[in-house]
């Protein structure tokens, strides 16, 4: 049995700039100013509070738990409202999950919220595919770290040859790798040049050019040259 682990934003939710919007405009109200360019380039794996710490120490700002929880939870319903009024799905991406539902066991593995992936997974009529979801509530470190990747082959009961990595950014791939997974890339965020420097078995321009058959061929493939 093959263990399919999905990340979430940017994977099968193209809402990483969503997620920009709500991080920039709580921020101004403190006066601090973030590019998007920046946030795609420092902070885009990383989950809500440890992306608003950085954010914080990096504009001279005091960083404590306080001021950091804070945000966190007034960012939570800027998102929500976003994506309640323009969902957008990256074509194909549910779809490749409920087939791998039908072969194996699915997790999600992300840095958002789970009331946000609970928000949207309702939203789409997708709360019966994942068998389980780790969430930036469930780990205390967020990608690059493996935290996440090996509490969802904990709860799955799966080891890691045998469990494929679906991932769009270059911290996500390294912690999918570190955690011994096969990672497939997305090039949904960015470019198919830039994550060719991370670890991935293979790089697609989009997810709806994957099946379950080349999934689980470049597993295999990945486990066999490294054995």
């Known amino acids: ?87 957008t799905l990256f074509p194909g991406g549910f779809e490749l999950m409920r087939a791998c539902a039908a072969v194996g066991d699915v997790a999600i593995v992300s840095g958002a919220l789970r009331a946000e992936i609970d928000f949207i997974l309702a939203a789409v009529g997708a709360t019966d595919v994942p068998r389980t979801i780790v969430a930036a509530d469930d780990v205390t470190a967020c990608k690059p770290d493996p935290a996440g990747y090996l509490e969802a082959l904990r709860r799955l009961g799966a080891s890691a040859e045998d469990a494929i990595v679906i991932e769009d950014s270059i911290a996500g791939i390294e912690s999918g790798h570190a955690a011994g997974c096969a990672v497939i890339a997305v090039a949904h965020s960015y470019p198919v040049e830039t994550l060719r420097s991370a670890p991935a078995v293979i790089i697609v321009a989009r997810i709806a050019e994957l099946e379950v058959a080349r999934l689980v061929t470049s597993s295999r493939r990945a486990s066999g040259s490294s054995s």
């Not at 710490?53 to 800027?78: N, S, Y």
């Open 1 to 87: 049995m093959t263990a399919f682990l999905f990340d979430f934003n940017g994977v099968l939710v193209d809402d990483e700039r969503v997620h920009f919007a709500a991080f920039r405009d709580v921020l101004a109200a403190r006066g601090i100013s973030l590019a998007e360019s920046r946030y795609f380039a420092e902070y885009l794996a990383f989950d809500d509070a440890t992306a608003f710490r950085a954010m914080l120490r990096d504009a001279g700002h005091a960083h404590d738990e306080t001021i950091v929880e804070e945000l966190v939870r007034a960012k939570l319903p800027l998102y929500l409202a976003a994506v309640a009024r323009d969902l």
